[in-house]
């Protein structure tokens, strides 16, 4: 946990609210689901500050789905695998097995409860140096055109341009339950000879997740 304080630039007083940031509930009671909750809403509240900021000609919908681009699920796991928090999650035996450290979404939800963590462990203040200090280059990258269209709408004017069938979006399985249940949904382009699957925290995310999979493997064919 060292290694992760020191990436994060920030030494936690109460070095419990990082294992309980850390730790998913496949290993106990006490985990990071209501630090998530407080994270994401820490992160939304952050990002949405410095984007308005920024970029003071574009309206509301441009800047809710600038937002969105930024803090969405993908988004976050590679935040993480960038800080290698993977190497710091507590997983019970049978998300172990099955590559639970490697799932976004697992390293998502770690990301936004650190967040919240380091909010209770400190201030706002705080908390929203470190969010800007870890998606400068994101923020920097970003501009007003990454609002302009989500990922399935881009694929699915991709594939009408080439008078090929619309994207089907199949929910596979829930787990969990109201708001900490993850979503699976599958895609699939018999056209391209590509299917994928991704879990999110909502349908929509994981069919914006589907939607960008497909699309990456579209433009490395």
Known sequence: MQ??????????????????????????????ERLEFLGDSVLGCVISLEIYQRFPLIDEGQLSRLRSSLVRGQTLAKLAKILNRSESLLLGQGELKSGGFRRESIQADAFEAILGAIFLDSDYSTVSEIIL????????????????????????????????????????????????AVFY????????????????????RAEQACAEAILKGILEQ
Do not use: M, W
């Open 185 to 204: 949904v599958s895609c699939s382009i018999k056209e391209f000879s590509l299917a994928t699957e991704e879990s999110a925290k909502s349908i929509k």
């Open 133 to 180: 200090n870890l998606y400068n280059d994101l923020l920097n990258e970003s501009g007003p055109e990454d609002s302009l269209k989500d990922f399935k709408t881009q694929l699915q004017e991709l594939l009408q341009k080439k008078g090929y069938a619309l994207p089907e979006y199949e929910l596979i399985k829930t787990e969990g339950k109201d708001h900490n």
């Open 3 to 32: 290694k992760l304080q020191k990436n994060i630039s920030y030494q936690f007083k109460d070095i419990n609210l990082l294992k309980q940031a850390l730790t998913h509930r496949s290993v106990s009671k006490t985990n990071n």
